[in-house]
């Protein structure tokens, strides 16, 4: 067997990603408990309100005003999906979509020729901290799809599959399967002009569980020329083929054959993205993701124009207020509401 390791680097606060990939961020923040008004009971002084990333007291208010967040800011030519492990998220858009998600929801945005949104993260918990932990991964999309019409799209909790193994000695691992066949659980589609939606490029998006001294062999790739990467973010340590590799780290890995991999002390945690590469030119200038210069250029003039739609929104940064359940309101005016709590709840 080959060494399984090809690469291994350390996690800062925007991880490297690799083609299909562009961009991924773990955001961990423990918020204090709320002020009534979704925003944190705390002196925000010393902090650079509109560009706080400072993580002063283990969370940054990002680039909200009063409740943390991102306001709206437009995207065009790839796609965000965002992970949400533990607290809320509010979703407003130019499309007219809104969502209230979290504990383990999934929201999967295709830009595609222009959105706006906001992602925004009321603090809806008075009496006690609101902790709120996300990925949001950046997936670039094919030239001939990067014009489409944006699509937003939810992949709801319960929906998520998940691939448990248990050992004679008790020990588990647990696979969370947002995209990407695996073991026989099909997770919910992803958006119809994804890279991920076709059936050849091999993308996967997985997070793994492994308790202290599990042991599970990462299945072999479909493609011959697919990338995975390995995240360990969480934990102390994971065996790969025999490397043992600390976290916070990335871990390029061959994936032509089965890879075993053995959760450290206290066990571990891990994200995996894999995919084919679209193999194109990616020219990126803040929010726009294009294949050239040119494009990118046009995409200024575009937004500038037409705002890709404009903004339905009364504020820059809206939320759904203090008593909304988990719903989602989608462009063709349909409506998901979700009926199981989830304030509070950790999908860790």
């Known amino acids: 067997m080959t060494d399984p390791v090809l690469q291994v680097v350390p996690l800062g606060f925007q991880w490297p990603t690799i083609d299909p990939f562009l961009f ?13 008004a979704l925003g944190p009971a705390a002196d925000l002084a010393g902090r650079d309100l509109g560009q706080d990333f400072s993580s002063l007291d283990g969370w940054s208010m990002y680039h909200g005003q009063h409740v943390p967040g991102f306001p709206q800011h437009p995207h065009r030519g790839f796609e965000t999906v965002t992970i949400v492990r533990t607290g809320v998220i509010d979703h407003s858009d130019s499309l007219g979509a809104a969502a209230r998600f979290g504990g ?59 691939h448990v193994v248990t050992d004679d000695a008790g020990r588990t691992t647990t696979v969370t399967v947002v995209a990407g066949e695996l073991a026989g659980l099909v997770p919910p589609p992803p958006p119809p002009h994804s890279w991920a939606s076709r059936p050849d490029t091999d993308v996967a998006i997985w997070l793994l569980r492994l308790d202290e001294g599990a042991t599970w062999d990462l299945p072999p790739a479909a493609g011959a020329d697919t990338v995975r990467t390995l995240y360990v973010f969480e934990g102390s340590s994971l065996d790969i083929g025999g490397h043992v590799v600390d976290a916070p780290s990335g871990v390029v890995v061959a994936c032509n054959e089965p890879v075993a991999i053995t959760g450290g002390p206290g066990g571990v945690e891990c994200l995996v993205l894999q ?50 359940g988990r719903f989602a309101r989608h462009a063709d005016g349909s409506v998901d509401e979700i009926p199981e709590t989830f304030v509070g709840a950790d999908a860790r």
Not at 24 to 30: F, G, I, L, N, Q
Not at 119 to 130: H, Q, T
Not at 290 to 299: C, D, S
């Open 104 to 162: 383990g929801d999934v929201q999967w945005l295709t830009a595609g020729g222009g959105i706006v949104h906001s992602e925004m993260f009321p603090l809806l918990n008075d009496d006690e901290p609101n902790p709120t932990e996300l990925f949001q991964i950046w997936m670039n999309l094919p030239a001939s799809d990067k014009m489409v019409e944006p699509h937003f799209a939810m992949l709801w909790n319960s929906d998520i599959p998940r």
């Open 275 to 324: 995919g084919r590469p679209i193999a194109e030119p990616v020219e990126q200038y803040g929010p726009f993701v294009m294949n050239t210069r040119a494009e990118i250029q046009q995409a200024f003039e575009d937004y500038r124009r037409t705002g890709f739609g404009g903004w339905p929104w009364p504020t820059d940064d809206p939320n759904h207020g203090a008593d909304r």
């Open 24 to 36: 991924c961020v773990h955001h961990d923040d423990a918020f204090p408990a709320g002020d009534g």
